[in-house]
């Protein structure tokens, strides 16, 4: 029994994240990279120490998946603007 609900448990935690992952375009922030150099590294391919890529208008509110729509920012701003976006975008 223990073993059935442990296998439903990773199932749906492994099912959420593909679901989360779905709805950002890969083709959308490749083209942004390639536009976009690392502010970090300088480079458009691989990557990017203590930056990340987010939406300027989040998804959660609206935005668009969209290269026009997305910045470099640190990890500490994701991490802040992410806090913003769970209380404000619903």
């Known amino acids: 029994m223990l073993k059935y609900l ?17 709805y950002r375009s890969y083709q959308a922030k490749a083209a942004f990279k390639s536009t976009h150099p690392c502010p970090s590294t300088g480079k458009t391919k691989g990557a990017c120490p203590n930056y990340t890529i987010g939406h300027i208008d989040p998804l959660a509110c609206g935005g668009e998946d969209d290269a026009s729509n ?3 920012q640190t990890k500490a701003e994701a991490h802040i603007k992410a806090k913003w976006e769970r209380k404000n975008c619903k």
């Open 6 to 22: 442990a296998v439903i448990s990773i199932t749906l935690l492994f099912c959420t994240a593909l679901q989360a992952e779905q």
């Open 70 to 72: 997305m910045q470099w």
